[in-house]
């Protein structure tokens, strides 16, 4: 049963370009999670969606910074015009869709803006 | 809005010592209370979980916690530790949602960097 996955595992990008970041739950999960770390903090929660719904934005940037999570395909973490501040690990978690339970976290995307 | 602070940034003990990661939460209803554990440029890992019930639950890799409802504290604990356990522990809080489902966003502490001396 392969764990949470999410790639590229390392993305560099110059300001101004967009970020795509993707992520393909465990098998039978159908709730996502996206966590931002930056140097030095804990993880920072940024969106939680379930197929075909955003659920809870609260803590996604209001601006360059959406999620999706298609019927089909991974969850895309998507941050347009980056800027340096934008460089961290962007971390996401999958859940199934009874609990409560516990998330279950990728590898990890770290990006790094130039 | 629930919050987690982990009063201690860093940590020095020496192999087959006993260790405890210091984790206080703020939250108004019975929390759900996690600790993870992270290698250097790796993602987290579960190491144990409190939902309700019984107040000391035990993780893997030999690791326990207590939750105390008086000291809004969920304090990490091993025995004897390993060179292999170096690493981040991060405590978490989880809420449910208000609008029903048990499914949840997790709040976090900074982290406690873990060093093991030989």
């Known amino acids: 049963n392969a764990g949470v996955m999410q790639n590229p595992r390392h993305l560099v990008r110059r300001r101004g370009q967009e970020a795509r970041l993707r992520c393909s739950p465990m098998?039978?999960?159908?709730?996502v999670y996206w966590y931002r770390q930056l140097p030095e903090e804990g993880l920072k929660f940024m969106v939680y969606l379930q197929k075909e719904n955003i659920i809870d934005e609260s803590g996604m940037p209001k601006e360059r910074f959406s999620a999706e999570f298609p019927k089909e395909g991974p969850s895309i973490l998507r941050i347009q015009q980056v800027v340096r501040g934008d460089s961290a690990a962007y971390f996401c978690?999958?859940?199934?869709?009874?609990?409560?339970?516990?998330?279950?976290f990728g590898p990890g995307t770290r990006l790094t803006v130039t | 809005a629930q919050s987690v602070t982990q009063p201690d940034i860093h940590i020095t003990v020496s192999e087959g010592a006993s260790l405890e990661l210091r984790c206080n939460y703020s939250?108004?209803?019975?929390?759900?209370l996690f600790w993870y554990v992270q290698s250097p440029g790796q993602g987290l890992q579960l190491l144990l979980k409190y939902f309700s019930g019984d107040t000391l639950v035990q993780g893997i890799k030999g690791f326990e916690a207590e939750f105390k409802r008086s000291q809004s504290s969920f304090n990490l604990r091993k025995p004897s530790v390993h060179w292999s356990d170096a690493a981040e522990y991060f405590c978490?809080?989880?809420?449910?949602?208000?609008?029903?489902?048990?499914?949840?966003?997790?709040?976090f502490g900074k982290g406690t960097l873990l060093t093991v001396n030989p």
């Open positions: 939250y108004g209803a019975t929390p759900y």
């Open positions: 098998k039978g999960h159908s709730h």
């Open positions: 978690a999958s859940s199934p869709p009874r609990g409560p339970i516990e998330q279950y």
């Open positions: 978490a809080v989880g809420a449910a949602r208000v609008s029903g489902g048990s499914n949840y966003k997790l709040t």
